[in-house]
């Protein structure tokens, strides 16, 4: 158990729905990260946050967005969904922001978009 | 554009027996490796790193080795155990950048007793 939760494990909705996912970092982690795997792709980073400001960006489509809040866990949001949203979407924590700073993973959330 | 390829989708080596897995990236940039382990239904576990200053890098079982010239690094594990059986992913960053993780495919390592 890595210490990170995501809620819920799986989704199932339909095209042009909207969806949150929502991640809990580990206890006193600032630095939360998304990422997204799709069927036949690696893990592929969306978008980071530390302490609640945007910290970097990925190839992450205009119709997602996200947040942290003040309580530190952070919502993925997806919207206008299309079939190839389908995936894993996996949120990470570390404690600091720095490259060397191990990045703990959630299990994930099964998104399935039909 | 794959920064980071991992082009053996699978690996099957018997118990006991070393296990190599290999990575190679395009990004001159990158001074950070790192090995992630996934068993299924679970989020990715790291396992060891090396920072670009090293050739090589050991914790216990495993070793990573870092060839800069090649842009190539290799994961091995001696001995194998069927508990090493998962997809392993080897991922890489660059200081200056962002601290965001660039991922290969994965291959999935599977130890036969």
């Known amino acids: 158990d890595s210490g990170v939760t995501q809620t819920p494990k799986h989704l199932i909705t339909a095209t042009g729905q909207r969806v949150t996912l929502r991640c809990s970092p580990r206890s006193g982690d600032l630095s939360v990260y998304w990422y997204q795997q799709s069927l036949d792709q690696g893990l592929q980073f969306l978008i980071q946050?530390?302490?609640?400001?945007?910290?970097a960006k990925g190839n992450i489509l205009e119709r997602f967005s996200a947040q942290q809040f003040p309580d530190l866990h952070s919502e993925l949001n997806l919207s206008s969904l299309e079939l190839g949203d389908s995936a894993l979407y996996f949120c990470?924590?570390?404690?600091?922001?720095?490259?060397?700073?191990?990045?703990?993973f959630g299990p994930g959330t099964r998104l399935t978009v039909t | 554009d794959q920064q980071v390829k991992q082009n053996s989708p699978s690996l099957s080596v018997q118990e006991g027996r070393i296990s190599i897995l290999n990575c190679d990236y395009t990004?001159?940039?990158?001074?950070?490796f790192l090995w992630y382990k996934k068993y299924p239904a679970e989020g990715p576990t790291f396992l060891i790193s090396?920072?670009?200053?090293?050739d090589k890098n050991e914790d216990g079982r495993f070793t990573v080795f870092l060839n800069k010239s090649a842009k190539h690094l290799s994961l091995h594990i001696v001995p194998s155990q069927p508990g090493d059986s998962a997809v392993y992913f080897c991922?890489?960053?660059?200081?200056?950048?962002?601290?965001?993780?660039?991922f290969g495919k994965g291959t999935k390592l599977t130890v036969n007793p």
């Open positions: 990470a924590s570390s404690v600091g922001t720095g490259h060397n700073y191990e990045q703990y």
């Open positions: 991922a890489a960053s660059s200081q200056g950048g962002s601290e965001k993780l660039v």
């Open positions: 090396i920072s670009s200053i090293k």
């Open positions: 946050y530390y302490n609640g400001e945007e910290r």
């Open positions: 990004n001159s940039m990158f001074d950070y």
